[in-house]
């Protein structure tokens, strides 16, 4: 159900720095405790533009949180057992509260491998097997960051999903099974669809959604005919489009066509200012929660 008297626009902007404010008065309670502040580690690998440019989104709001963090910068030629002892000795660095490799990694790594080399209680990402088969039954330890976000901007936007059709466009591991799960649990109560690039017919599964979430990395694909009226619509792509009168030479938009769209949404959330936000801000929430679980022992 959504409500009427909302405003039409769900603001990243507005939601993250809510988010980020809540954890900084949590963290300034944690460290008047007598803990120390949270600790973050981060490893990048390559000079992947983009990757650089989310880790250092991710100091910047971590720092205005208070959580410490530390990058470490590997060439890209690195091998996959030197990034594995890296991970290794950050795991068993009882300084270190959090830790995540950023992806994507350059081809000569296994991906999967090391996410399963990080310490599941330290893996803020949430994508450990251990942490995605805790979220698939229920008790969660961590919630990826994305579709942790997503949940808390519907939440937060008042969109009650008890009942909802949703349909999730994309089936990535971070985005749209583990946000499948979520909606499925009793405290959401939507009735779940996940699409896919074999899906045989996108638009006659997406017309039906009162809950449309796009998560596929195609730019602006989903237009108003694909949208029914009344629609809560989440755009979580992030697509560069070339565009030679901005100063990069490109722009970033979502996967959903916003000026088509908008008129027959409920509610939409625009890219830029949407589900980035949020998932940098849910990230630090995981953050506090590492610094919490450390400090219980487990
Ligand atoms: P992915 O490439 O791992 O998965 C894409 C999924 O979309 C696949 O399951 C594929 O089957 C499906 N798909 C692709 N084309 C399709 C089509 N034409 N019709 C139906 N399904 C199709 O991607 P991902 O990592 O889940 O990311 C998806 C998008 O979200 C990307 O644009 C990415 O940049 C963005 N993203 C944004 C955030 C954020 O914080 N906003 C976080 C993660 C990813």
């Known amino acids: 159900m959504t409500d009427a008297t909302a405003p039409k626009l769900i603001d990243g902007r507005e939601l993250a720095q809510a988010v980020r404010d809540e954890v900084r ?14 600790f973050l580690s981060a490893v990048l690998v390559g000079d992947n533009a983009a990757s650089e440019a989310y880790v250092r989104g991710k100091e910047k709001d971590a720092a205005e949180v208070g959580i410490d963090t530390n990058t470490h910068h590997l060439d890209a030629d690195t091998s996959q057992s030197a990034l ?48 995605l088969g805790r979220l ?12 942790y976000g997503i949940m808390e901007m519907l939440s937060r936007s008042n969109v009650d999903t008890e009942g909802m059709d949703a349909v999730v466009v994309g089936r990535s591991n971070i985005v749209g099974k583990p946000l ?20 045989r017919d996108l638009a006659a599964h997406t017309r039906r959604a009162d809950l449309l ?24 792509g992030i697509n560069r489009v070339e565009d030679a009168s901005t100063e990069r030479g490109y722009r970033l938009v979502g996967d959903v066509d916003f000026d ?3 008129p027959k949404a409920a509610r939409i959330t625009p890219v830029p200012g ?7 801000a849910m990230l630090l929430k995981n953050t506090l929660q590492a610094a919490r679980l450390r400090a219980e022992g487990s």
């Open 25 to 38: 008065a949590a963290i300034n309670d944690w460290t008047d405790e007598g803990h120390r502040p949270p």
């Open 84 to 131: 594995l002892d890296l991970v290794h000795n950050l795991n068993a660095d009882p300084s270190v509260d959090g830790l995540l490799v950023q992806l994507p990694l350059p081809d000569h790594i296994d991906e999967q491998t090391v996410i399963d080399a990080v310490d599941p209680s330290k893996d803020v990402d949430g994508f450990h097997p251990e942490n």
């Open 136 to 147: 698939l039954r229920g008790t969660p330890r961590y919630i990826p960051a994305t579709p």
């Open 180 to 199: 499948a799960n979520l909606l499925l649990r009793r405290t959401a109560n939507a009735t779940v669809t996940v699409c896919h690039s074999r899906t």
């Open 213 to 236: 979430v796009a998560a596929a990395g195609q730019a602006a694909f989903i237009d108003g005919d694909m949208v029914t009226e009344g629609a809560v619509v989440i755009d979580v």
């Open 260 to 262: 088509d769209v908008r």
């Open 274 to 280: 949407g589900v980035g936000l949020m998932t940098r």
